[in-house]
């Protein structure tokens, strides 16, 4: 697992920049991918200073013009990908509102950033690990992917249908060397948490980097290797 090409998308903050850092320190070339320039060159520098190696790419996930210009330039930065981490997410529209309420086009722009822009990535990307007989795909999802929110409709829907993805890319790579897993990792003190939940208690929330760190050992450690693996990555035994 040491020295892999990494692509990590949703990179500028929370779980993706703190994952993004620790597989750097452990001698990985990450790849960030998000939508704003700024914020993802801060965490590359810091990655930088480390003593890591880290590449910036100000795309859209959702935007299906940008997915050949990520795995492109990706593979031009760090080489072919070894590890494909789809973290980038969107909540949709805030306060969060009945499905019902939902309006249609948001709706849509939720599963094209959280559903089908990792599916167009992983098609574009899984190719390759497949004919290299390696490679892991990573689907970061939610509990809301397993329980019926009331407001969390879209997103809840998106995630939902993503593990589900997770499940049958695996049923149809593993046999020829390419892992995915969908890991859940719980309620963190993030930026997006609070967009949807701005009552809640930061500190009964998990910190990124703490779960990046649990997310990190599952990687290195082959927890779930059986193809399609649902994780919770901060639970006792892992089990979802």
Same mark, same amino acid.
């Given at each position: 697992?040491?020295? *892999?090409?990494? /692509? &990590?998308?949703?990179?500028?903050?929370?779980?993706?920049? %703190?994952?993004?850092?620790? +597989?750097?320190? #452990? $001698?990985?070339?990450?790849?960030?991918?998000?939508?704003?320039?700024?914020?993802?060159?801060?965490?590359?520098?810091?990655?930088?200073?480390?003593?890591?190696?880290?590449?910036?790419?100000?795309?859209?996930?959702?935007?299906?013009?940008?997915?050949?210009?990520?795995?492109?330039?990706?593979?031009?930065?760090?080489?072919?990908?070894?590890?494909?981490?789809?973290?980038?997410?969107?909540?949709?529209?805030?306060?969060?509102?009945?499905?019902?309420?939902?309006?249609?086009?948001?709706?849509?722009?939720?599963? *094209?950033?959280? /559903? &089908?822009?990792?599916?167009?990535?992983?098609?574009?990307? %899984?190719?390759?690990?497949? +004919?290299?007989? #390696? $490679?892991?795909?990573?689907?970061?999802?939610?509990?809301?992917?397993?329980?019926?929110?009331?407001?969390?409709?879209?997103?809840?829907?998106?995630?939902?249908?993503?593990?589900?993805?997770?499940?049958?890319?695996?049923?149809?790579?593993?046999?020829?060397?390419?892992?995915?897993?969908?890991?859940?990792?719980?309620?963190?003190?993030?930026?997006?948490?609070?967009?949807?939940?701005?009552?809640?208690?930061?500190?009964?929330?998990?910190?990124?980097?703490?779960?990046?760190?649990?997310?990190?050992?599952?990687?290195?450690?082959?927890?779930?290797?059986?193809?399609?693996?649902?994780?919770?990555?901060?639970?006792?035994?892992?089990?979802?």
């Amino acid at each position: 697992m040491q020295e *892999q090409a990494v /692509l &990590v998308t949703g990179g500028s903050r929370g779980l993706g920049a %703190a994952l993004a850092r620790k +597989l750097a320190a #452990r $001698g990985d070339r990450v790849v960030l991918v998000g939508r704003h320039l700024a914020p993802l060159q801060k965490v590359a520098r810091g990655i930088h200073d480390a003593g890591g190696e880290a590449h910036v790419l100000a795309e859209d996930v959702g935007d299906k013009e940008a997915v050949h210009r990520i795995a492109g330039a990706a593979a031009a930065l760090v080489g072919p990908i070894d590890l494909l981490v789809h973290n980038a997410s969107t909540l949709g529209a805030t306060p969060l509102r009945l499905l019902l309420d939902t309006e249609c086009e948001d709706l849509e722009r939720v599963l *094209q950033v959280n /559903l &089908v822009g990792p599916f167009r990535l992983s098609k574009v990307i %899984a190719g390759s690990m497949a +004919l290299r007989g #390696r $490679g892991t795909i990573v689907h970061i999802s939610s509990d809301a992917a397993v329980v019926a929110y009331p407001r969390w409709g879209a997103y809840g829907v998106s995630k939902a249908a993503l593990d589900h993805l997770g499940r049958i890319l695996a049923a149809e790579l593993g046999e020829v060397g390419v892992r995915v897993l969908s890991i859940d990792p719980g309620e963190m003190n993030t930026e997006m948490h609070a967009l949807a939940m701005p009552d809640a208690d930061p500190t009964t929330l998990a910190e990124p980097d703490d779960v990046a760190a649990r997310i990190e050992q599952i990687l290195a450690s082959g927890d779930g290797t059986l193809g399609g693996a649902r994780i919770e990555a901060m639970s006792t035994d892992g089990a979802a």
